[in-house]
């Protein structure tokens, strides 16, 4: 127990909404609790809106439910999303840009680290409160503070973010705080998807049915800007859960609606211009972020809805104003079923043919005809709704009829409670009694290190570094290699040293993505075919640590110390790296790339 920490605290840092839970591994009270007192709000939220003001600083900036009555235009959202380069790049070409993308990739970084120093400011505080206010915990964990509490933080992460994101995402979280404080850590935990497969597999009981050993699982997390895949299997009794493929995610979650209907809208201004002068410039925007959209986008299906075929949603900055055939009227915008239905349709159409092309990868990486998916949870804020729920039911049922269908008699079901939830309490689900339920999982990407000592050789010496072109590569881990859950992976390495030479040193790791199934050995090959330097450490020999040696070449004799010393390299599900390092070496500094 003593490995245990006193509190471990999970966080979904989401694209629109983000969640917080927490556990006391010590305590006879091993629940998992959701953080619902958030600033700004007065009834209990289990998620909090993931946006910032864009006024004020530190101390002084309004955040998540505070940013309720600020103009759109003022608001910083979405940056979560805006980590991934490639989609950076396209939201901010002028075209489409919209008022919340920052000016550069730098600023979202920025961005970024507000946000979760926010939410690290507030459980810092809450947290500790709540335990001090419940008797049922020991008095030994209420008379202590934060700073003297053992605390691990566990991370989400999307599956669409390829590894050079998720060590990114490393910096941007210590930067913000977690981690700072001895005794204090952090991981990345689990993908999205496979945090709700470890949620519903604990909760043994989903809508009545019992998910038993040697079921395969299908997990689809829909979200806010992201929806992840994941095939799993339960082991045994003790909520083991075998990654069977490499998870997948693409970019599509129920922003995706919003974006939609404000193109909607916005069409709609394009076919009656008169109504533009009267009002504001972004009203098309407005209308998607509207408070009553957003209420009738997360009822939509449900028996709320079903009985009506129109909606309205009052739009800021209306004025009163009326247009019959726009459909407004005193400032209160109107818009069919059939119009919503579209929104959620056109997004349900991408996640759709996801579902089939990852289904189509895994039966062919499955030679096993026997293996079949067992049942399809839903999780995530659009896992939740009930018209997603029963579109995904009939197209998983129309895919099941096929010749040599893996889903037959596969049923769909939602992640039991709340589906926001299910990724926050499956990240500390997963680490329950260092439980760590995903033992193995599937290397999405290649990683090696870059080796800039020559080979020795027989005829010749020297310890001089090669240049950054004859560098070779020695990959570690290769595409598709299962890996043991936050086990380390040991390298031995020396390094040889003359007499003049700096006895430090920086290891490079290399990241090559899963499209290289034979990666090559030299550096400036990997590099052209879009390898990158993921992680850098600078290294010190540690005084007295060095064996002499005498060399002979065909010239004369060359005396050189040389430096055993092993790395230890862990890839995490997120396909970030940690490295360590054994005696005869420190680690000095971690730099970015």
Not at 341 to 369: N, P, R, V
Not at 454 to 483: C, L
Request: hydrophobic share 35%; aromatic share 10%.
């Amino acid at each position: 127990m003593s490995s245990q920490p006193d509190l471990r605290i999970g966080v979904d840092f989401g694209t629109t909404f983000t969640g917080v839970s927490w556990t006391t591994p010590k305590e006879e009270l091993k629940g998992t609790n959701v953080v619902k007192n958030w600033p700004g709000q007065t009834r209990q939220e289990p998620k909090v809106p993931t946006v910032l003001s864009k006024q004020g600083s530190g101390a002084n900036i309004k955040w998540g439910f505070l940013c309720e009555s600020i103009d759109e235009t003022e608001k910083w959202k979405l940056f979560k999303l805006l980590l991934e380069p490639a989609t950076y790049q396209k939201e901010s070409r002028p075209e489409v840009r919209v008022p919340w993308i920052p000016g550069t990739v730098h600023d979202v970084h920025g961005l970024v680290v507000e946000y979760l120093r926010q939410i690290y400011v507030h459980i810092s505080t809450i947290i500790p409160e709540l335990i001090k206010q419940k008797d049922q915990f020991s008095a030994t964990l209420r008379n202590k503070t934060w700073d003297s509490m053992k605390v691990e933080f566990v991370f989400s992460t999307p599956a669409q973010w390829e590894a050079p994101v998720s060590q990114c995402f490393r910096r941007l979280i210590f930067r913000s705080g977690f981690g700072n404080i001895n005794n204090h850590s952090f991981v990345l935990g689990l993908t999205e998807s496979e945090a709700a497969a470890v949620f519903t597999c604990n909760a043994q009981m989903t809508a009545g049915r019992q998910v038993r050993n040697n079921n395969i699982l299908l997990s689809i997390d829909a979200g806010g800007g992201t929806t992840d895949l994941a095939f799993v299997k339960k082991s045994n009794d003790s909520v083991t859960l075998e990654e069977m493929s490499p998870v997948t995610g693409i970019g599509v979650g129920s922003a995706r609606i919003d974006s939609r209907f404000a193109k909607l809208i916005k069409e709609r201004m394009e076919r009656y211009p008169t109504v533009c002068s009267h009002l504001p410039a972004d009203f098309a925007l407005k209308a998607s972020q509207s408070e009553d959209f957003q209420k009738w986008k997360h009822a939509f299906g449900s028996e709320r809805s079903k009985n009506l075929d129109v909606y309205s949603t009052t739009v800021a900055g209306a004025n009163g104003y009326t247009h019959k055939k726009f459909r407004i009227h005193d400032g209160e915008l109107f818009f069919t079923r059939a119009e919503l239905k579209g929104c959620f349709d056109e997004t349900l159409e991408h996640i759709m043919k996801h579902i089939q092309d990852t289904l189509k990868d895994w039966t062919i990486e499955t030679e096993d005809a026997n293996k079949v998916v067992d049942y399809i949870v839903l999780s995530g804020g659009l896992g939740g709704s009930d018209y997603v729920l029963k579109e995904l039911e009939a197209y998983i049922n129309l895919l099941a009829a096929k010749k040599d269908s893996r889903l037959i008699g596969a049923q769909v079901l939602r992640a039991p409670g709340n589906t926001r939830t299910a990724v926050i309490s499956g990240l500390l689900d997963e680490r329950k009694d260092n439980a760590q339920a995903l033992r193995e999982y599937v290397a999405r990407a290649n990683y090696g290190i870059i080796v800039r000592d020559p080979p020795p050789s027989p005829r010749w010496f020297s310890s001089s570094a090669v240049t950054s072109q004859e560098a070779r590569v020695e990959w570690i881990v290769e595409y598709g290699a299962r890996i043991n859950y936050f086990q380390p992976i040991t390298i031995k390495l020396t390094k040889r040293l003359e007499e003049n030479d700096p006895r430090t040193w920086t290891v490079e790791i290399m990241w090559l993505d899963k499209e290289e199934s034979s990666p090559p050995p030299k550096r400036i090959h990997a590099e052209k075919r879009g390898g990158e330097v993921l992680h850098r450490v600078d290294l010190e020999v540690v005084e007295g640590s060095t064996k002499l040696w005498t060399f002979m070449n065909l010239k004369s004799f060359t005396m050189y110390q040389e430096c055993k010393f092993e790395l230890e390299v862990m890839i995490g599900p997120s396909g970030d790296c940690v490295l360590t390092v054994s005696k005869n070496t420190l680690k000095l500094t971690e730099r970015e790339p």
